[in-house]
């Protein structure tokens, strides 16, 4: 049984993300140190990571 998740979400502008959901939507949050901040979600958290690269685009 699954009791609880933490989602990482990648971002373009991880820091704009993160100020949002600190911000707007004003969930509780801990300090993973050096800026990383993990939101607590009802048996949950999720983190706003940068994405590292593109995806590549679709010829299609």
Do not use: Q
Request: charged letters at 30%; proline letters at 7%.
């Amino acid at each position: 049984m699954v009791d609880g998740v933490h989602v990482i979400l990648c971002s373009r502008d991880a820091e704009a993300d993160r100020a949002f959901v600190r911000d707007v939507l004003n969930y509780p949050r801990v300090d993973a140190g050096d800026g990383w901040l993990i939101f607590e979600l009802p048996r949950s958290e999720v983190a706003v990571h940068p994405r590292k690269r593109s995806r590549p685009t679709s010829s299609i």
